[in-house]
């Protein structure tokens, strides 16, 4: 399957701060979802954006759905210790068949 | 809530073993899936599942076959585990005609020594 670009590869995070990370697709996607993964855990899903433009959010988190369809980002306000993990995206085509970034490792800054 | 379940945690095996990974989810959903994942790769599809006794190849399917017998059981094969199958193991399901996403299990830290 197509694998999304997405950005930052990794961070480090400081309590308190806003981050935000990003994906892109040369394809259209219909369906953008964001999900986080703890150490040794599976990813579970945080965030679904349906529709082009629409902005969602879900505690301290905030997602948009890209206009253009081709790209979504997520953005963690004032950070925690437990946002730690690996963040994926992931695009859903016409088909049932989901597209993954790498993933964005989020680690505590010591 | 949809569950996914994989039978084990962690698991260690020696070279050229035959390996199965069982995953079952409750929830009636018609798609399964199986990645592996591994440092910089993020998740790689092996084989996927849209019906019972249904299978098509992913992205990495080489060394791998796949089993479903029954609608909630996808298990996975490693004919002759080989180091470099070691390796994170994710099962997924999802239900056709919805955009709701993958529901993933925890995971199986494959060790093959």
């Known amino acids: 399957g197509q694998q999304l670009n997405q950005s930052p590869q990794s961070m480090f995070i400081q309590e308190g701060e806003d981050v935000s990370m990003n994906c892109t697709s040369s394809s259209i996607f219909n369906t953008w979802l964001w999900y986080k993964q703890d150490p040794g855990e599976g990813p579970v899903l945080l965030i679904a954006l349906y529709k082009a433009g629409e902005l969602t959010s879900n505690g301290r988190l905030t997602a948009q759905f890209g206009i253009t369809r081709k790209d979504s980002f997520l953005n963690i306000s004032a950070s925690i210790p437990s946002d730690v993990g690996i963040y994926f995206c992931a695009g859903l085509p016409n088909d049932y068949k989901l597209s993954f970034g790498a993933g964005t490792t989020v680690t505590v800054r010591a | 809530d949809v569950k996914v379940t994989q039978s084990s945690r962690y698991l260690v095996k020696r070279t050229g073993e035959k390996v199965f990974l069982e995953c079952v989810q409750d929830?009636?959903?018609?798609?399964m899936f199986w990645y592996r994942q591994d440092p910089g790769l993020g998740l790689r599809l092996i084989y996927f599942s849209y019906d019972v006794k249904m299978k098509e190849k992913g992205d990495i399917p080489e060394g791998y076959s796949v089993s479903r017998e029954k609608k909630e059981r996808f298990s996975l094969i490693l004919e002759s585990a080989s180091t470099n199958q070691t390796s994170m193991y994710l099962c997924?399901?999802?239900?056709?005609?919805?955009?709701?996403?993958?529901?993933f299990g925890s995971g199986t830290r494959l060790t093959v020594v």
């Open positions: 997924a399901s999802s239900i056709t005609g919805t955009n709701y996403g993958y529901t």
């Open positions: 929830m009636d959903h018609e798609n």
